[in-house]
């Protein structure tokens, strides 16, 4: 079986963290993230807003490195948990529990314009950003000189496929 879920958006709110009677450390937030489509009308794209948790070390990374409005991408499960409420009626909710989490962003692109650009990496500096953004923002792709083009008769039989 596959239950394997990765998001990417800002938090809604600060990261709140809290500790089991034993000790072990879990982190609650919650993740805007928008649609890749707008409605039926061609208009605004909606945003889901998604509760994750993370557990020991990832989640005492996430509290003390996230803040409201940071862009986060979390990779992990989602997870589907039976309760009960005040009056006795049952209910359901749904979570993504977070196995890893992410910089969306390098801390001086957060700084700044707020753009998308940049991720967390393993350099130096655990804030260093890619040339390139890794996120968001189309750039396309650098022009090729014209002579590495030929052009091709009608002929379909030249094609390899």
């Known amino acids: 079986m596959l239950n394997h879920i990765v998001i990417m958006g800002r938090l809604t709110r600060d990261p709140e963290l809290r500790r089991t009677g034993s000790g072990i450390a879990v982190t609650s937030f919650s993740v805007a993230v928008e649609r890749d489509f707008g409605n039926r ?15 020991r070390q990832t989640g005492e990374f996430v509290s003390k490195y996230f803040t409201k409005g940071s862009m986060i991408v979390v990779s992990g499960r989602l997870q589907i ?3 009960n409420d005040k009056e006795g009626n ?17 801390k001086r692109s957060s700084e700044g ?21 890794a996120y968001g923002g189309y750039q396309a792709p650098a022009a090729a000189p014209a002579s590495d083009f030929a052009m091709l008769d009608d002929d379909d039989a030249q094609l390899p496929f």
Do not use: L, M, Q
């Open 81 to 83: 948990r039976n309760w």
């Open 90 to 106: 049952k209910r359901r909710s749904a979570e993504v529990v977070a196995d890893n989490v992410y910089f969306g962003e390098s």
């Open 113 to 133: 314009s707020g753009s998308y650009g940049g991720s967390y990496s393993s350099g130096n500096s655990p804030y260093s950003a890619p040339a390139a953004p």
């Open 41 to 55: 009308d061609g208009g605004e794209r909606e945003t889901d807003f998604i509760d994750c948790v993370a557990w």
